[in-house]
Structures are given as C-alpha cells and as structure tokens.
C-alpha cells in the first residue's frame, strides 16, 4: 500500500513538472534559455561590402568595363517648319509675315559608344538626322567635345562620329555568333536624360527580320528597357563586350511607351558597316534593280515549288542591270551565287554584299525550268544622302 502512494505522489509530481514546463516554454521561453559560454557566435561575413565572391549575381564588373565609352550625344540642327494651308492668304501673312518660313532649332538626345580610342564613336542615324551641330558628352558626365559626321548609313540607321582626342576609353567589340538566346544583356544609355543608365535583360530573339524599321534587318530582340535616349547606345554581353547597337522598341503609337521588347543591331553588322565608312565615307551595296514579293502559295504550287523556295519577281527596274542580263517580271529567284533567297529580306541581304562591277549568278524558275542568268552588278543609290 506504501509503495502504491509514493507511485502517486511521484505520477502527480511529474505531471505538475511537464505541466510547469509546458507553460512556462509557451509564455516566457526566455526563461529557459541557456548561454554557451564557449565563445562568440559564428556567422559567415562578407569581407568588403558588395563582395559576393565571384559575384555570381552582379554584372558591375562587365558595367565597369564598358560604361567609360559609353557617350550621351547632344546635336541640333535647322528644321524648316512645315507649310500650313493657310501660308499664302495675304491677311494671314500679314499678320505671321516671314515667321512661317523661317527655319527652326530642332534637338535631339541620344547615346553613343566609343569604338576605337582615335575618338571614333557609334550611333544611330536618326539621332544625328539632319543636325549640324553635334556635341559629345563623356561618361564623367563634364568633359564636351566636339563631334563631327564621318559618314551615316541610312538603310541600317548607323552612324559614325569623330571627335578629335586620342585618350579615350573604347569598348570591345564581342563576337556575334556567340551571342544565344537566353543570355544575359546589358544596354547602357542616357534614357530622357536622367544621366547614364544601366538596364538588364536577355536575348529574346534573334535575326528579326521585317519589322520595316531599316532596310537591311537582323535584329536582336530583347527585353532590357530601351527607352528614348537609349538609341545609338551599346548592348553589351555579360563580359561587357558590345554585341549591338540599340536602336528601336516596339510600340503600338507614339504615346504608348515600352511593351518590353527592343532592338538592337548586332555587332557584325555594325562592324561592316564602320569599317566601310571610317575607309571611304559611306557604304557600298550591290544592286541589281529587282523588286520581289514573298511567293504566293498558288503560284509555288504552280511552279512545284515548296513556298519558301524563293521569291517572286514583281517588278524591273527599266534599263538596270536585271533587265539587261534577261530577268523577266514573274520570274521566281531562287539564289544568287547559290545563295538561297527564301524571302525579299535574305535576297537584299545577298544582293547587298555583291562587289558592285562584277559578275553574279542568278537561279531563276521560269515555266517550270530552271535557268541560270550572269548579271553584271551596279552600286545601290543612296535613298536618302546626307
């Protein structure tokens, strides 16, 4: 009977105990805490701020290597004004008189990229359009130096600028058939004059073609913001190498801004095009004076032709060099120099790198047949010379 009541005290001591612990870890855990007196607390610290080791997710050092040649361009010019219906009614001039036609200061802000330290500089066409004054500001944001027009390519909407001092950081050109979709990128730009800005995104697409923004298109899409002041200014890659030139967005008007999709033209074109202008002033493209159209699914099956076999010749330049070697009007081109020429963008771009003067072989379907056709290459006109 002894040993029965000690059981019960002890039972109901160990009960009162859980229930006091119960409480007391619920309301007032503090209470129960224990110090480890061994030592201090061990947490991992960063070393220096910002140091993430190899900074798996920070891109400063590819900013820190191209933004020193990445340049806001400041340039004006003379625009005359447009001619309003009512300019010529005697009592409207005489009270407006010579202000309807008198020229006015137009302005226009942009980015540009150095390319070479002998003061070269890159930018879009439409951002130095019709100016005569041209200014450069470097990425100190204080030093302005005088620019001047090396020469411009309208049709890729590429510019080249040269400001005379021999000191100046350059970027380092990438390398075009390494860029992927899905990489990270970089634009780098002065966007509505806020000051140089850094915006990251990824190549969402490559070798866009007929958004009729230029001529000759092989866009890279992306979706890093370009915004107005962003034009001219680089695409750079994770290792701050230029891939592109900034040059366009997609929007549905004037006023409706950024959807996130952007274009920039890539390097290899960009290349092309400087190294022709910085040697002779202007760009240089075969022509061979042909107008073509996609090829209509009726007029493939007609031929036996898949539809993108090639494009079909809708109209001739009179007395051009086409006409001359025997193309005809329906003719369908299927490659030149056994280039392929699927559509109208992939036959200007095989046109476009003939040497004008020489000799190019033109595959053609006519009436079900194949024919080859020797044409002598012309010099594509300039459609808008500065």
Known sequence: MTLKRLWLVFAQAATVAVAVVFVLTTLKPEWLATRDLTGPVVVNQATAPGDYGTKPNSYNAAVAKAAPAVVNIMASGSVKPQRHAAADDPVFRRFFGDMLDEPRRAASLGAGVIVSPQGYVLTN???VEGMDEIEVVLADNQTRLRATVVGTDPETDLAVLKID???????????AD???IGDVVLAIGNPFGVGQTVTMGIVSALGRR??????YENFIQTDASINPGNSGGPLIDAAGN????????????????SFGIGFAIPVSTVKTVMEQIVAQGSVTRGYIGVQAQPLPEELAESFKLPKSAGVLIAGIERNGPAEKAG???????LAVND??????????????????GTQA?????????????????????????R
Not at 165 to 175: F, K, N, V
Not at 242 to 256: M, Q, V
Not at 327 to 333: S, T
Request: charge should be positive; proline fraction near 6%; aromatic fraction near 2%.
């Open 165 to 175: 001092r021999g000191d100046l950081p350059s970027i380092t050109l990438g390398q």
């Open 178 to 180: 390494g860029v992927r």
């Open 242 to 257: 230029l891939i592109g030139i900034n040059t366009a967005i997609f929007s549905r008007g004037s006023n409706a801004g």
């Open 125 to 127: 066409y439409h951002v």
């Open 327 to 333: 193309v005809r009007a329906g003719d369908v081109l």
């Open 361 to 385: 072989t033109l595959k053609l379907r006519r009436d079900r047949k194949n024919l080859d056709v020797q044409v002598t290459v012309a010099k594509r006109p300039s459609l808008r010379p």
């Open 339 to 356: 280039r392929a020429t699927p559509d109208s963008a992939a036959m200007l771009d095989a046109v476009a790198a003939l040497a004008p």
């Open 210 to 215: 007929g958004l009729n923004i230029n001529t």
